[in-house]
């Protein structure tokens, strides 16, 4: 029965729908509040904290169809994707989620119920593995189910490591754990392969389409695994695998929603080969690509920004190598949104920015070529009689410009010269060591505070409350009492104290008892619990204790103006730049308040005072804070905006400013918009592609500001001899003034230079026949060396020059030799004899090169050797 990729994912999450299962939509790729993770790289990522036990959900069964990125890792070398049947860097995982609801009996049954009487998968072709020493799994397969006992493979090693297995699944080193039953398709006997556990499962014929993980323990840090009082199920099937099946195909790129990007991408590179796997390469990477860019992740030099810059250019590389003479990959963007239309609204609304960001990084990309081509020029230039490119020269291309091996040794190859593999793959394997050292967080779960607690937030309404303490915690150990001086977090019952959430900053102030007084430094949530975070000022105070819970009144105040102030800023924005703009991160505090959005380019001056004039005009206007409780289907449906990636709970607080914003938000807010006061921007930049930044400040911070700028015209007027309205013409004088002596100051000194060239002249000796000249120059600048070794050369004609001169601690080299005695000399190799001597290193064409140098000390003898060095080549 042949269904296209969109039909199964329906399918599937309908069929939980009808088990009782709340469909739940796919997070964002970015792991929200989640340290541990680069990427969503599975389904249960957006409820590990449920499973933790520090987020309780009013469901205890839920179904997603989770995108997912993958790009490292042992299966998941970048290397591979293209070029196996199944490697991705972008996929979809179908999955169930049990919250300690149904366990093992039930979640088997759903699998199988699924494959075989939805997909009507015919069961001869399904075979299953489970935990060596888990009976209960088996024998419900076996006695429940009906497999035969020949096709359930029991998968690990009960020899000292009875949970270190492929069959046995944990969340990390320690906390949540448990075995896994999994099952396979069996693609038939044409194909080479064995099925799990035999020496030939690494195989194509037998491929994993469904795990399923039984979550029954937590590890502890010493390896003790207890029981957990709730066991949970967290299940996951490939999407592109399943779909593979139920299309008749063997690979993943052979299915619907790939063909359709293949050939777009051969399309769009001018190629009608489509059965190249470069256009595999492509096709992946376009999905993890621009997915990423629409949640927000953008090309940059470290962590995320980096592995979508690696792709990006992987991409672009395959493109090349297929005959691309322009910029192509973001021409794929539309066919994407197009096949991946029932699941990509972010993509679609996003789709303008996701292709002017693909673009740029292509654009710069072919250039950071062109810079790579010289590096290997350089290269080449230093290898003297080598016959061999370093590998860390080869790593440094690859690595930094994107330039791959393989193109470095075809560049090299016409000169007859090779690259050192084993170097480069020494290096490669030293990154991969780092990638994963970097991903591996060594986060120990159990030393998290978990509190089954929720507390009731009256803050909207009043600063003040009346509470009771309901825990004291020390780290992670709860307490009984403090006394003076002691550092704790506390939880109340109720509290009017804003805890840190959808960028606003958490609230400060005071908790007091009958006998003491706790300063509150800062308010976080942890589960649906509120904890303040703080210290005992004076007194003590006991658990249990009623207490009088006081914010700090006029900083929430002023975070409150700040955080109104953004839902207008951002209205704005999408009124002077266009509808592509979208929030990507925000800071409310009580200074000031900072803005990140989706734009193309840098702002004028001129649109700057338009957006500044928009929001001032909003504020004057008066508008009330309107809020609103509905539930979130009813809000999206009446336009107000919510930002992709944040978790939204089933009913949200819709706050509205006249009919100019609409937005959905938890946080705290002016009672009126002109109680905002004056909002003026104090800086705009670009903080990545694709993403600007505007800081600004409310009220009295923004009039407090323009009393400094001020203060700075009139200190900056008395300096220029001007007043306000002069000040500008009369810095223009200055700098016009200050730009003339700067090019008489430099004239002279090159004439300075030039004639210290001459009188060098008398210094030129003879080696072997040849004129050689070695000197070190007092009083000329390192940049002046280059204008003294042009006239040296101009009335030498035939000779090597040696030029040295020391400033500020520092040795400063030029080389040059003409180009009748290049053959026998190379002015890199000569400088770079005499600045190993003096602590440094350099380099050049062969008939120029500079260098430098940390000990001037040595530069004698350095210049001695040079002398003797060259008797040996002229």
């Not at 492509?282 to 621009?290: E, K, L, P, V």
């Not at 000329?780 to 070794?789: C, D, G, P």
């Amino acid at each position: 029965m042949y269904m296209s990729t969109s039909e199964i994912r329906s399918a599937f999450l309908e069929y939980f729908r009808t088990q009782g299962h709340q469909v739940v939509t796919s997070s964002s790729l970015v792991p929200h509040n989640d340290p541990t993770l680069l990427f969503t790289n599975a389904g249960m990522n957006q409820f590990k904290d449920v499973f933790l036990g520090g987020d309780k959900r009013a469901y205890s069964r839920a179904t997603t169809s989770q995108r997912c990125v993958r790009a490292g890792g042992k299966h998941n070398d970048l290397e591979n994707v293209g070029y196996t049947a199944r490697h991705h860097t972008f996929f979809e995982m179908l999955g169930n989620f049990s919250f300690g609801d149904y366990f093992k009996h039930d979640a088997i049954k759903f699998a199988w119920c699924f494959l075989t009487e939805v997909l009507q998968l015919p069961k001869e072709r399904l075979l299953v593995t489970v935990y060596a020493t888990d009976d209960e799994a088996h024998d419900i397969w076996a006695k429940e189910v009906g497999v035969p006992t020949d096709r359930i493979v029991r998968i690990g090693d009960n020899k000292g490591a009875p949970y270190a297995s492929d069959n046995f699944w944990a969340m990390g080193d320690t906390g949540p754990c448990g075995p896994c039953t999994e099952i396979f398709y069996d693609h038939g006997d044409h194909i080479w392969g064995g099925p799990p556990g035999s020496p030939e499962e690494d195989g194509d014929r037998f491929i994993e389409i469904w795990n399923v993980v039984f979550m029954q323990f937590n590890r502890q840090a010493d390896g003790t695994m207890q029981p957990l009082p709730r066991p949970s199920v967290d299940t996951g099937m490939g999407l592109e695998r399943i779909s593979a099946i139920m299309q008749g195909v063997h690979s993943n790129y052979e299915i619907d929603i790939f063909q359709a990007l293949i050939k777009k991408a051969a399309d769009v590179v001018g190629t009608t080969d489509l059965g190249n796997q470069s256009l595999r390469v492509i096709a992946d990477h376009i999905r993890s690509c621009a997915f990423l860019i629409a949640d927000g992740v953008l090309p940059s030099n470290e962590g995320r920004g980096y592995v979508l810059r690696r792709i990006i250019r992987r991409a672009v590389r395959h493109g090349r190598k297929l005959g691309a003479t322009d910029v192509f990959f973001f021409k794929l963007v539309g066919e994407l949104a197009t096949q991946m239309k029932d699941v990509a609204e972010e993509l679609q609304a996003q789709q303008e920015m996701v292709e002017r960001v693909l673009r740029v990084e292509e654009e710069q990309f072919v250039r950071t070529l062109d810079r790579g081509l010289l590096l290997l020029e350089e290269a080449l230039a230093e290898l003297g009689d080598a016959k061999e490119i370093p590998g860390d020269v080869v790593f440094k291309l690859y690595d930094t410009y994107g330039f791959p091996a393989d193109l470095t040794a075809d560049v090299v190859r016409e000169r007859n010269i090779g690259i050192d593999e084993a170097g480069f793959q020494a290096e490669m394997n030293k990154q991969r060591a780092r990638a994963k050292e970097a991903s591996s967080f060594g986060v120990n779960y159990n030393d998290m505070l978990k509190l089954d607690v929720e507390t009731s937030f009256t803050g909207y309404k009043s600063l003040v409350e009346q509470s009771r303490i309901v825990g004291i915690y020390q780290g992670t150990d709860e307490v009984a009492s403090l006394a003076t001086g002691d550092e704790a977090v506390l939880v109340l019952e109720q509290t009017p104290f804003y805890a840190e959430s959808g960028g606003q900053v958490g609230d400060t102030g005071v908790i007091r008892t009958d006998s003491g007084l706790f300063a509150v430094t800062d308010t976080r949530k942890a589960g649906k619990a509120v904890i303040h975070k703080g210290y005992m000022e004076q007194g003590s105070l006991q658990s249990g204790a009623a207490v009088t819970a006081e914010v700090d009144a006029a900083r929430r105040q002023s975070i409150a103006l700040n955080h109104s102030v953004t839902h207008l800023l951002h209205a704005a924005l999408r009124q002077a730049l266009g509808d592509h703009v979208a929030q990507k991160g925000s800071l409310v505090g009580a200074e000031r308040m900072r803005f990140d959005f989706s734009h193309f380019e840098g702002l004028t001056m001129a649109t700057l005072r338009r957006i500044e004039e928009l929001v001032n005009a909003q504020i004057r206007a008066n508008h009330e804070v309107a809020t609103r409780l509905m539930d979130l289907d009813s809000a999206k449906a009446s336009g107000a905006m919510a930002l992709f990636g944040e978790k939204y709970d089933d009913e949200v607080r819709v706050v509205t400013m006249g009919d100019y914003s609409t937005e959905l938000c938890g946080g705290t807010h002016a009672g009126r918009t002109g109680d905002i006061g004056v909002f003026k921007i104090v800086s705009e930049g670009g903080i990545a592609a694709g993403v600007r930044r505007i800081e600004a400040v409310t009220g009295k911070g923004a009039i407090d500001f323009m009393h400094q700028l001020d203060e700075q015209i009139e200190e900056t007027a008395a300096l220029v001899k001007g007043d306000h309205f002069s000040l500008a013409e009369k810095v223009r004088q200055v700098i016009d003034k200050s730009k003339s002596l700067e090019r008489e100051l430099e004239q002279l000194k090159a004439k300075l230079a030039a004639q210290a060239g001459t009188d060098l002249l008398g210094k030129v000796i003879d080696i072997n026949g040849q004129k050689a000249l070695i000197a070190t120059l007092e009083g000329v600048e390192a940049k002046s060396l280059r204008t003294t070794m042009d006239e040296l050369k101009n009335q030498l004609h035939s000779a090597v020059i040696l030029l040295a001169t020391v400033a500020d601690g520092k040795v400063n080299l030029i080389a040059g030799v003409t180009q009748d005695l290049t053959g026998k000399v190379k002015a890199g190799e000569l400088v770079n004899l005499v600045a190993q001597q003096v602590g440094g290193k350099g380099g050049g064409r062969p008939d120029m090169a500079q260098a430098g140098g940390t000990e001037p000390a040595a530069l004698p003898a350095a210049l001695t050797a040079a002398q003797a060095w060259l008797s040996e080549r002229l």
